[in-house]
């Protein structure tokens, strides 16, 4: 499973990274990069930051410090011809599939094609039919995204984002609410993915399973900080307990100091 | 004391916060309007929805309006002996005042509302993240043919609400309460001028563009509700765009009349 990318590139390079919101400080100082032709999953538990941190890489959400370049380009400074052009090598799966509900599923899939290239109708339909045979989903262009199932839902946002065959593949939480078999199924697809099209691919979970399954390395974040980067056997035998604490699922000690609670109850009776 | 100084200030300043994030909304879905490739498709499905299919209640709501301003001016005309006069009445107060408004009334409730809950529902189940991703401007592709859409529909419904609305006051005037309808036409056809209808076009255009600007607009910025989500937020947002839009509507149909009139 663990390719050598010490010879690759570094396509994506997350530096110094700051983000919050408001006066919420959610990402302090995170420093990553993502080599070209891997699939790196950010891991970590609810809270811990990783999906403002995917906002921040996909550029919907502007970091308060630090950089993030894509090939070569800072995705925070760029212009927007420059935003464009980083955005059509990107590819996004994004966690409940978000389909255009108003289109079916194969408008939905062809809608890039139509928007972006000067394809005939024809040739993005055969497009289309090949990315839905790819997931899984033959015969179901003419469905509604009302009329499917979570998983298949999941799977027809991946082939929108695959569509233009993307330098780069964002996927958030693709096991999120998906039965075990779906889950492995999808796990799978990624790997298809990464072999038929040779891509870097990005995916951020916080099922343990998956990220072992899929990922070239690891990285961990917890509370906002990335705790450590590894390849999956760097992580299993990490000793941080904050790694440790999610491999084994051990829950966080919540700490109640009853006085102090007792007393802003009883605060406004006085 | 302070403390309610300082939370009218608070609500003051998030007001005005409001009012420049919708005004830059409006800024870029006009830009959208000249953006390529601009969405035909979207264009005729959106006027076929605030269009085609808000005819009915078009229909339904101006015959009984212009039936009820017949009754109505009947029993003041006749106490000045000029019952004539009904068919310029009932077709003056129509064209210049209760057509547009009242179509633009039923509109909020129909379209209005519709528009910012399926607005607002994209924003929270991520579509314009992923129309945003994929290079597409939701500016472009999800609010400009909406607008544009309006401009075309609302001021052909209010014409049509006129239209139906003297015919309301034709049926009552001359089948009911027994008056000439030659005259009744004729009067209409003396009292009407191009200023008349140049009013009712007008304030229809002005009121399509309060309508579809301020629902879309506050489903698309549904995320920044304060203390709730999900399908409440859906729910407080809609709530909202009906009543600021109908406000703002009247607020502007006050300000338009004292300059056409």
């Known amino acids: 499973m663990n390719r050598n990318f010490a010879e690759s590139s570094v396509l994506i390079d997350v530096k110094n990274l700051n983000s919050g919101y408001g006066n919420r400080h959610v990402l302090h100082d995170i420093n990553l990069s993502v080599n070209d032709g891997e699939i790196l999953v950010i891991m970590g538990g609810s809270g811990s930051g990783k999906s403002t941190l995917l906002r921040n890489m996909l550029g919907l959400k502007k970091p308060s ?33 978000a389909l255009l509900s108003s289109l079916s599923v194969g408008e939905n899939i062809k809608l890039p094609l139509r928007q972006h290239t000067d394809l005939d109708e024809n040739t993005i339909n055969i497009m289309m039919r090949l990315k839905l045979e790819l997931m899984n989903l033959a015969g179901y262009e003419d469905l509604m995204p009302s009329e499917l199932s979570g998983g298949m839902l999941k ?74 980067t590894g390849t999956v056997g760097e992580i299993k035998t990490c000793t941080d307990e904050r790694v440790v604490n999610l491999i084994n699922r051990s829950p966080r000690d919540i700490q109640i100091d009853a006085e102090k609670y007792l007393s802003r109850l009883t605060k406004g009776a006085n | 004391m302070f403390a309610q100084i300082e939370k009218l200030g608070a609500a003051t300043i998030q007001k005005f916060e409001e009012v420049g994030r919708l005004s830059v909304f409006l800024y870029r879905t006009v830009l ?7 969405g035909f498709k979207e264009l005729l499905k959106q006027i076929a929805f605030i269009g085609a299919r808000s005819m009915p209640i078009i229909l339904l709501s101006g015959l009984f309006t212009g039936m009820v301003l017949a009754l109505q001016f009947y029993d003041v005309l006749a106490r000045f002996g000029s019952v004539d006069l009904m068919g310029s009445a009932v077709s003056l107060s129509l064209i210049q005042e209760l057509g547009p408004v009242m179509t633009a009334l039923m509109l909020i409730a129909r379209v209005g509302s519709s528009t910012c809950a399926e607005i607002a529902i994209m924003r929270n189940e991520q579509q314009f993240d992923a129309l945003t991703c994929m290079a597409i401007s939701p500016y472009r592709y999800v609010m400009a043919p909406r607008l544009l859409a309006a401009i075309i529909s609302i001021p052909l419904l209010t014409a049509v609400f006129n239209l139906i609305g003297i015919f309301g006051g034709y049926v009552v005037g001359v089948f009911i309460k027994g008056l000439s309808g030659t005259a009744y036409m004729q009067t209409i056809i003396d ?15 002005i009121f399509a563009v309060i309508i579809i600007w301020i629902s879309m607009g506050k489903g698309f910025f549904v995320h920044l509700e304060k203390g709730v989500s999900g399908a409440e937020s859906v729910g407080r947002v809609t709530t909202k765009a009906v009543v600021a839009s109908a406000i703002t509507m009247l607020f502007a149909d006050y300000i338009a009349s004292s300059f056409l009139i």
Not at chain 1, 77 to 93: D, F
Not at chain 1, 167 to 190: H, R, Y
Not at chain 2, 32 to 38: A, D, E
């Open chain 2, 32 to 38: 959208g309007l000249v953006s390529r490739p601009f």
């Open chain 1, 65 to 97: 410090e630090g950089q993030i370049l894509i090939d070569g380009m800072d995705l925070c400074h760029a212009n927007k011809s420059e935003l464009l052009k980083l955005r059509r090598s990107m590819g996004v799966a994004f966690q409940g599939g």
């Open chain 2, 191 to 205: 009292t009407i001028t191009w200023s008349d209808l140049r009013m009712s076009i007008v304030k229809s255009f």
């Open chain 1, 155 to 228: 799977r027809a946002g991946l082939a929108r984002a695959v569509i233009m065959d993307p330098k780069i593949l964002f996927f958030d939480e693709p096991s999120a609410g998906l039965d075990p078999v779906t889950s492995v199924e999808l796990d799978q697809l990624i790997l298809k993915l990464r072999k038929a099209m040779n891509m870097t691919i990005v995916v951020v979970t916080h099922e343990l399973e998956s990220a072992f399954t899929i990922a070239d390395r690891i990285a961990v974040l917890f509370d906002g900080e990335l705790v450590t």
